[in-house]
């Protein structure tokens, strides 16, 4: 029977390098883990920011933290400084003046220079040639002319000449005392027929011919 061979043992240099081995390769690991980690961090894609929106307030709160010695943050004051509003007072009205003057009850004339005043009283036409002093010779030429004059109304007035009265005085202000009142307006009317025709005749015989005088 041969004789038996010595059994072989495993060096440990061998034992070593294995552990060595292992130990290397975590160390590898994680150097790789440690290296590649940031830069893939810093690789990514920026994200994209909105448009930020700064108010007045923020603006001034990062103004008052820019000149801040402290260090904390103050809060901006926004308070507003007063200021006072000028009210122009209106102005006082000017009275206006009245008339003092009062109308004559009954006659209708004027007082105090404001016009002639339109006639209120009552009479007949007979009654105002009697009252002006016509002759009952010269009324019936009187009525002819006065009718298609006036219509015997106190108060006719031509709008466009300003003729006023029975007998259609122009100006009215030639009227003594008041151009509406018809005792006063006939008056005047006989100093106008004898003036400019002679008399009353004559200025109805001018008045058939050309239908004025």
């Not at 390098?17 to 830069?39: D, K, S, T, W």
């Not at 108010?55 to 010695?69: E, F, M, R």
């Not at 106190?154 to 018809?182: E, F, H, I």
Request: charged content about 15%.
């Amino acid at each position: 029977m041969p004789p038996a061979l010595p059994r072989r043992t495993a060096p440990r240099w061998s034992r070593r390098r294995g552990v060595v081995g292992v130990f290397g390769a975590c160390a590898a690991v994680l150097f790789a883990a440690a290296y590649v980690g940031p830069m893939g961090a810093a690789l990514q894609p920026a994200q994209a920011e909105g448009p930020k929106t700064v108010t007045l307030y923020a603006q001034g709160l990062d103004d008052v933290q820019s000149v801040s010695t402290t260090g904390e943050k103050q809060a901006p004051s926004l308070e507003r400084s007063s200021y006072n509003v000028y009210v122009k007072p209106k102005p006082t009205p000017t009275p206006t003046p009245t008339s003092s003057g009062s109308k004559k009850s009954g006659s209708g004339s004027s007082s105090g220079g404001g016009g002639p005043v339109k006639y209120s009283g009552g009479g007949a036409p007979a009654d105002w040639m009697a009252a002006a002093g016509i002759s009952e010779a010269d009324m019936g030429y009187v009525d002819y002319i006065v009718s298609r004059e006036s219509g015997w109304n106190p108060n006719a007035t031509n709008r466009s000449s300003g003729a006023c009265g029975l007998v259609q005085a122009l100006p009215c202000s030639k009227v003594p005392g008041n151009g509406y009142d018809p005792v006063d307006n006939l008056r005047w009317g006989t100093g106008y027929a004898v003036g400019r025709y002679g008399s009353w005749a004559k200025a109805y015989a001018f008045w058939t011919s050309n239908h004025w005088w």
